[in-house]
């Protein structure tokens, strides 16, 4: 399995990337993202009271947005600047000779670990799963800002070297 980076940085727009992730490519020329999703095989979400990827996204932008109220109920202090790249994202992939023998409980597996390993798994996170390439792989978009308490995960090279092993 290898892991890959959407960017070296995180990103700001969970509706940007869920448009991009839940849906098909554009094709040379096209302006807007495509409504078909033909290249999604499944979805999964984590830490989010539902399955609907639109209501999960909405719910991620909603938690982002409210970090510094979640700060206050947890009792930590809302110091620092507000978070403007609240979104991560990464892929974890496998060799097409892989195929044969992965399935889903697998690959969510995989990105369980993932998120354990970068310290993010009790943050919200939507695992995709696409079948538009020879090799098998997900895509995790996670909310750096953590559901409980509103803190800011961390992401950096020491986050992506954890992934990256």
């Given amino acids: 399995m290898n892991c890959s980076f959407a960017d070296h940085a995180p990103g ?3 509706k940007g990337a869920m448009d991009y992730y839940l849906h098909d490519r554009k094709e040379p020329g096209e302006t807007e993202h495509r409504t078909s999703s033909d290249r999604v095989e499944w979805t999964s979400t984590r830490n989010l009271a539902t399955d609907r990827t639109e209501v999960a996204t909405a719910i991620m932008i909603s938690t982002a947005k409210d970090a510094n109220r979640l700060k206050q109920q947890a009792g930590v202090k809302a110091t620092g ?3 403007k790249t609240p979104v991560k994202t990464f892929a974890l992939s496998w060799h097409p000779d892989e195929a044969a023998s992965l399935d889903r409980a697998e690959m969510e597996r995989a990105a369980n670990e993932a998120l354990k390993a970068i310290g993010m798994e009790k943050h919200q996170a939507i695992i995709i ?21 509103g803190k800011l995960a961390k992401c950096g090279p020491n986050e992506n070297r954890a992934l990256d092993r």
């Fill in 12 to 14: 700001m727009s969970f």
């Fill in 129 to 149: 799963c696409h079948n538009d390439t020879r090799h098998p792989h997900v895509h995790v978009v996670v909310n750096r800002v953590n559901p409980e308490n």
């Fill in 81 to 83: 600047r507000k978070a």
